[in-house]
Nanobody, 128 residues
């Protein structure tokens, strides 16, 4: 079992920055794949970024160059640094985690919400 506790987020004007944190506790073997997805009202879930056990990262095209995902393995805490925020980034953001799957792989960004462990969600609102 893993518990994910999110912090950060809030409201900011376009062009501003925010940082999300996600502290994981429990069985660390279930945190080899960690990432963030978001969902805006009336829209589908969108995988935003992921970091794998070996440090490989992946990003949605919509956030490349603006968002940075990182993980402090000693603290088992995941971060999402969001810069140059746009109103289109407004959404509820969720931290997710799971162990690797057959072959040692993590899911692709489009399947992040299929992970078994979710944080409680945090709202990010960007005004123009």
């Amino acid at each position: 079992q893993v518990q994910l506790l999110q912090s950060g987020g809030g409201s900011v004007q376009a062009g501003g920055s925010l940082r999300l944190s996600c502290a994981a506790s429990g069985d660390s073997s279930h945190t080899h794949c960690m990432g963030w997805f978001r969902q805006a009202p009336g829209q589908e879930r969108e995988g935003v970024a992921q970091i794998e056990r070996d440090g490989r990262t992946s990003y949605a095209d919509s956030v490349k160059g603006r968002f940075t995902i990182s993980k402090d393995n000693a603290k088992n805490t995941l971060y999402l640094e969001m810069n140059n925020l746009e109103p289109e980034d407004t959404a509820m953001y969720y931290c997710v985690a799971d162990g690797t799957f057959s072959g040692g792989y993590c899911y692709t960004l489009s399947h992040l919400s299929d992970y078994n462990y979710w944080g409680q969600g945090t709202q990010v609102t960007v005004s123009s």
